[in-house]
């Protein structure tokens, strides 16, 4: 499924084309692993892609741009995975394999979320997208808990879910963004500590 966010970027035609705009993206990435956002430069991925800022510009115009192509780029990777074909497990497990997912994808890539989440802030219309795949997310976590449990969920056991991811995914999203403690996303008693907020909001009879 496409990621639901268009860029008029250049369609490159030729292989090699291909190639220096994949190696500009995966430089773009790899920088926000470890760099906020702000700090970084155009000139930054160009060096670490070894390809030239007017290279860059050719293929994206802008850093503004360059972000929108990551998000369409998460947007798409997040609806593969909603995708995937998973075998059927326990309810527990199933808890268990969503939020480490979800909790590593995002403290991997912060600074890209990071950012996503910024962006909204001074655009809420962007998180549009995000808000969709949040829901495609949702009912595919709801399928799997059902499967586990041998029954869908009822009307009520899926608003408590719901309403556990919102203070999970909110619990993480602060943390990112403003930081303020006690505890902090790297901490090792920071996802436990989130896993069982989630346990006790969802309230499910497993």
Do not use: C
């Not at 850093?63 to 326990?90: C, Q």
């Not at 403290?107 to 910024?118: D, E, H, V």
């Amino acid at each position: 499924m496409a990621a639901p966010l268009n860029l008029d970027i250049p369609q490159p035609q030729q292989s090699r084309s291909m190639r220096t705009q994949q190696v500009l993206i995966d430089a773009g990435r790899a920088i926000l692993r470890d760099t906020p956002w702000e700090a970084v430069s155009i000139a930054m991925i160009a060096q670490k892609a070894e390809r030239s800022v007017g290279v860059f510009y050719q293929r994206f115009g802008s850093k503004e741009d360059f972000l929108t192509v990551l998000i369409n780029l998460w947007l798409a990777e997040g609806y593969a995975r909603v995708e995937e074909e998973r075998e059927p497990s326990s309810p527990l497990a199933v808890i268990e394999r969503n939020l480490n997912a979800l909790y590593e994808r995002i403290r991997t890539n912060r600074y890209f979320w990071r950012a996503a989440l910024q962006r909204a802030m001074d655009d809420p219309a962007s998180w549009e997208p995000f808000r969709q795949l949040g829901t495609a997310i949702r009912q595919k976590f709801a399928d799997e808990l059902g499967a586990g449990l041998g029954r869908p969920l009822d009307a009520a056991e899926r608003h408590r879910l719901d309403l556990a991811s919102q203070v999970f995914n909110s619990v993480i999203n602060n943390a990112l963004l403003n930081d303020p403690g006690p505890l902090r996303i790297d901490q090792p008693e920071f996802l436990p500590t989130i896993k069982q907020i989630f346990l006790t909001v969802a309230a499910l009879d497993l």
